[in-house]
């Protein structure tokens, strides 16, 4: 079964139709890249994958959960899909340790010894186990995400998703944040990433989808796609990024 | 005879100062009580609940408090309900000072990022979960400081009560007043009285906004 399944979603904002029909599959352990320009509705896809988003029709199937738009369904499905945002959005009055125990505490009843120690482990793994006891505000943009990172991992989710999660960011502090994702990918972990950062989704994500009004107008292999692209489109859009 | 402003009419407007204190003190509570729930109502994904708080904020908001609390104690006691002074004053300063700590609080509430939202419901908690763990801590730094300038304003507009027979500070003042008519000493010491209480009020704010953060975006 696959991990992430959509099917002839369509989606609007009033009257305007940002998603015509969009398919799209992932696989268990598959890292894919979703680029185009703005405006192609490729995060509006993303954020309706857990639910963020409500869609008109179609469906999304993701790790066994249907998306419904119940209270008690999305907060199943959301146990089990991790999403990062471009602005980290970390809760500005709790420590980075306290923003990360604080969801599985609550939401799974984890013991607060085994919450700490989770918490302690997905800290290690950005990176950052020193700022446990640091509040947000102390912290870089880039330590700020690598937190945010952390602080979805430790819902130990099946599926992540994240939002141009460097898009905020200094070019120099893009790496970092990027190294960690990158060896994640690496570990297994299933992934959807919306992305400006066109050599990372050349290079780490098995497959790139590429929209463009609102549709899927071009996939493959990333390193294929990049390097063959089979629509004027897409080409184009290759160029604009290379300069 | 005319009697003199001296330490027995002093002592007599301490004690109208603690009376003016039982009533802000008791008016603030019920009015947070109520005030928050209708807070919270207004911003409720029920339509209904919405509604509700709405006129009940509109119109709370739109009439006299005196106005309430010739209702409250007039018209009961001709409804039958015998009702003491201090009891109508408060209940009628709770009122009016729930509609108007709503609104504050509804503001609050609405000053922190919706991001703040999308966040704690993308790691799957709750509504209330939400509320009490990443919004409510929040929205209450933001609301410090309207709503500690809300109760300077209670306090000073408690003084309303003395239409229903109600010996307040500003009603002590004027009977001893109308005793000694020493107005200069008499209106002198109430004035400092009142500033006596809201000045600390006033500075424990800005106390607060520092030690709670007040203002900064992370």
């Known amino acids: 079964m696959s991990a992430v399944h959509i099917e002839n979603v369509h989606k609007s904002f009033g009257k305007l139709e940002v998603l015509k029909g969009v398919s799209l599959t992932v696989e268990a352990g598959q890292v894919v890249a979703i680029i185009g320009r703005s405006g192609s509705g490729k995060s509006t896809l993303l954020r309706c994958i857990n639910g963020l988003e409500t869609i008109q029709s179609g469906r999304i199937e993701v790790v066994g959960h249907t998306v419904t738009y119940t209270d008690e369904k999305l907060r199943a499905l959301r146990k089990d899909v991790g999403i990062v945002f471009q602005s980290y959005n970390l809760f500005p009055h709790l420590t980075v340790g306290q923003n990360i125990m604080l969801a599985p505490r609550i939401t799974k009843g984890v013991p607060k010894e085994e919450a700490r120690a989770q918490a302690e482990k997905v800290l290690a793994q950005v990176g950052l186990s020193e700022k446990f006891d640091v509040y947000p505000d102390n912290l870089s943009g880039g330590q700020q995400q690598r937190v945010a990172i952390a602080r979805s991992l430790a819902m130990q989710p099946k599926v992540m998703l994240f939002d141009e999660v460097t898009s905020a960011l200094d070019p120099e502090l893009t790496g970092e944040v990027l190294l960690v994702m990158e060896e994640l990918a690496r570990g297994g972990m299933t992934m959807l990433l919306v992305t400006h950062e066109m050599n990372f989704a050349r290079s780490v994500a098995d497959f790139t989808v590429f929209m463009h009004q609102g549709k899927v107008w071009e996939m493959g292999p990333s390193e294929e796609l990049f390097s063959h692209p089979k629509t004027p489109e897409l080409a184009a859009f290759v160029k604009s990024t290379l300069k | ?218």
């Open chain 2, 1 to 218: 005879m005319i009697e003199s402003f001296g330490w027995p009419e002093f002592m007599f407007l301490v004690r109208a100062t603690g009376w003016t204190l039982v009533l802000t003190v008791v008016a603030f509570l019920f009015g947070s009580i109520v005030g928050g729930a209708f807070a919270i109502m207004r911003l409720a994904q029920s339509r209904i609940l919405r509604n509700v708080a709405s006129v009940y904020i509109l119109v709370i908001q739109s009439v006299p408090v005196l106005m309430v609390l010739f209702l409250s104690y007039y018209g009961l006691s001709l409804a039958g309900f015998d009702i003491p002074p201090l009891i109508a004053a408060s209940l009628s300063l709770g009122i009016y000072v729930s509609a108007y700590l709503a609104e504050i609080w509804r503001g609050s509430i609405e000053a922190v990022p919706f991001q703040q939202w999308e966040a704690s419901s993308s790691l799957a908690m709750t509504r209330g979960q939400q509320y009490r763990y990443v919004i409510l801590p929040q929205a209450l730094r933001i609301s410090v400081p309207p709503t500690v300038g809300f109760l300077v304003q209670l306090v000073k507009n408690t003084s309303i009560v003395s239409v229903v027979g109600f010996v307040d500070l500003a009603r002590a003042g004027q009977l001893i007043n109308n005793a000694t008519f020493q107005p200069f000493q008499v209106f002198g010491s109430v004035a400092v009285i009142y500033f006596l209480i809201c000045f600390p009020l006033s500075r424990l704010s800005k106390h607060l906004e520092k030690v709670l953060h007040v203002g900064r975006t992370h």
